[in-house]
T-cell receptor, first 112, second 115 residues
Framework: AQSVAQPEDQVNVAEGNPLTVKCTYS??????LFWYVQYPNRGLQFLLK????DNLVKGSYGFEAEFNKSQTSFHLKKPSALVSDSALYFC??????????WGAGTKLIIKP | EPEVTQTPSHQVTQMGQEVILRCVPI?????FYWYRQILGQKVEFLVS????????KSEIFDDQFSVERPDGSNFTLKIRSTKLEDSAMYFC?????????????FGPGTRLLVL
C-alpha cells in the first residue's frame, strides 16, 4: 500500500536560515509526489510536485523539493526562511486511482 | 487566479440530520474530489467524480454519502444522516484532467461539527 511519512510534527527555524521539511514515501510504481501548504483558516494550497525529470523541483514562494529515489524521500526546502512561511505543510503521493495519499503534516514555525 | 470555493465555511448540525456541503470547482476543470480531515488525523480521500458519475470512492464513502453536480457550476456532498464521527474538515478539489501527476486544487474547506 502507498504511504507517506512526515517524521517531524514541528520544525522550528530562525528567520533567514535555510529550512527543510522531511517527507518519505512508499509506493509501487512511479511516484507522483506533491507538497501543499495550509495557512490558518485557509485551504490546502499547492506548492510543487514531482512527476519525472529533474530531481530538484522548484515551486511557489521560493520553495523547492528534492526527489531522492534511493532514499524514497521528497524533502521540502527553502534557502532563507521568512516569518510568513509559518504554516502547516503536507506531503502527498498520488496513487494509481489518482487519489492523494497524505502525510500527517508538519507545522513549520519561523521565528524572527 | 481561479480558485475552488466552498460554502459554508462552518456548519453545526444535530446527529441524524442531513447536511449538504457545496463547492464551486475551477471553471474549466472536469474532475472533482472530496477529501476530509478529522481533527488530529490525516487527510483522507472520499470520492472522485467525472461526467456526472462517481469515478472512485473510498471505504469511508458509504451509503450515507452522495455527490451531485446539480448544475454547471456546483458540486455537492450530501451526508444523509450525520453521525458524531462525521465531524471533520471537508475539502473539495478539482483538476483539469485525470492522469498521473495532475494537480488537484483545493478549496478552503467546510468545518462540520455534529452534536
Amino acid at each position: 500500500a502507498q504511504s507517506v511519512a512526515q517524521p517531524e510534527d514541528q520544525v522550528n527555524v530562525a528567520e533567514g536560515n535555510p529550512l527543510t521539511v522531511k517527507c518519505t514515501y512508499s509506493v509501487s510504481g512511479n511516484p507522483y509526489l506533491f507538497w501543499y501548504v495550509q495557512y490558518p483558516n485557509r485551504g490546502l494550497q499547492f506548492l510543487l510536485k514531482y512527476i519525472t525529470g529533474d530531481n530538484l523541483v522548484k515551486g511557489s514562494y521560493g520553495f523547492e523539493a528534492e526527489f531522492n529515489k534511493s532514499q524514497t524521500s521528497f524533502h521540502l526546502k527553502k534557502p532563507s526562511a521568512l516569518v510568513s512561511d509559518s504554516a502547516l505543510y503536507f506531503c502527498a503521493v498520488m496513487d494509481s486511482n489518482y487519489q492523494l495519499i497524505w502525510g500527517a503534516g508538519t507545522k513549520l514555525i519561523i521565528k524572527p | 487566479e481561479p480558485e475552488v470555493t466552498q460554502t459554508p465555511s462552518h456548519q453545526v448540525t444535530q446527529m441524524g440530520q442531513e447536511v449538504i456541503l457545496r463547492c464551486v470547482p475551477i471553471s474549466n476543470h472536469l474532475y472533482f474530489y472530496w477529501y476530509r480531515q478529522i481533527l488530529g488525523q490525516k487527510v483522507e480521500f472520499l470520492v472522485s467524480f467525472y461526467n456526472n458519475e462517481i469515478s472512485e470512492k473510498s471505504e469511508i464513502f458509504d451509503d450515507q454519502f452522495s455527490v451531485e453536480r446539480p448544475d454547471g457550476s456546483n458540486f455537492t456532498l450530501k451526508i444523509r444522516s450525520t453521525k458524531l464521527e462525521d465531524s471533520a474538515m471537508y475539502f473539495c478539489a478539482s483538476s483539469e484532467a485525470l492522469r498521473s501527476g495532475e494537480t488537484q486544487y483545493f478549496g478552503p474547506g467546510t468545518r462540520l461539527l455534529v452534536l
